[in-house]
């Protein structure tokens, strides 16, 4: 099965002015967005324009949020974020938790987008994705306004896709213009392709693989390691066994030869007593 990522850029709950720091939430939910608005969502005429393909581990990516006529549309607040899943976060975040697999939004976000300060962006509080079981591979994997924006359309984040191939990417974002009973909208998904082609085993199977081969070179290197104390404790005891013998040795020299001369001493003097 393909791995999907979708990158998400979400408009704060309820608006700019009252979380002039950021969005309060990691997901995008049409409901809580539409009670923090009062108001449901509306068609602001945002499209997306995306690049065609991205490289596992490569270069940051394009994303552009345009009005399908051409017209600048002013916005205040986003947040993005970019998560496993062949569909678009804010379908899956409207269903029950107990529907099925990532009901209730994926729970993963990767990637990181750059360039944050220039745009007047930031990356979202941990605590706040941590609440809503979110985890980020990056803290900038997910990203809001640090200050109530003075934006235009057409409006580009730019993305540096993870160093391990996820497959095709779909891009989720939805845009608030302002305040209160202001216009929103959740623009529809869009998809970038992997030059890698579809993800293999999962997006964890390469952090698997790097986590296995580091615990095998560690491995090795602790034997090497223990392999090399050995080898320099035999030495020891061969030079210690060595040094024994040589000393016994000349232990046993000294003895014979003090044995010789008293061997001689006692010739000599019965020699003298006859």
Known sequence: MQLIQSISLLTLAASAWAFPQGAPR?????????????????????????????????????????????KAVNF??????????????SQLTALPANAGTNAGGVPQHVGTFTNL????LRAQTAAVCTAQNVQNDNAASTITHSQPLTAKTPFTVMWTPPATNAGVVTVNMVISSGASKTP???????????????????AGAGAAKKAAKKAKKAAGGAAKKAAGAAKKAA???????????????????????????AAAKAAKKAKKAN
């Open 184 to 202: 929103w909208q959740i623009i529809p998904s869009g998809q970038i392709q992997s030059t890698a082609g579809a993800a293999q085993a999962g």
């Open 26 to 70: 990691c997901k995008i939910t049409e409901s809580i967005i539409a009670a923090g608005h009062k108001i449901p969502q509306g068609s602001l005429g945002l499209v997306m324009t995306l690049p065609a393909s991205y490289t596992p581990g490569g270069p940051a990516v394009p994303i552009t949020v345009k009005s399908a006529n051409g």
């Open 76 to 89: 205040q607040g986003v947040l993005a974020y970019v998560t496993p899943g062949n569909v678009q976060d």
């Open 117 to 120: 300060g220039a745009q007047q």
């Open 235 to 261: 030495a020891g005891a061969a030079g210690a066994a060595k040094k024994a013998a040589n000393a016994a040795k000349a232990a046993a020299a000294k003895a014979a030869n003090a044995a010789k001369a």
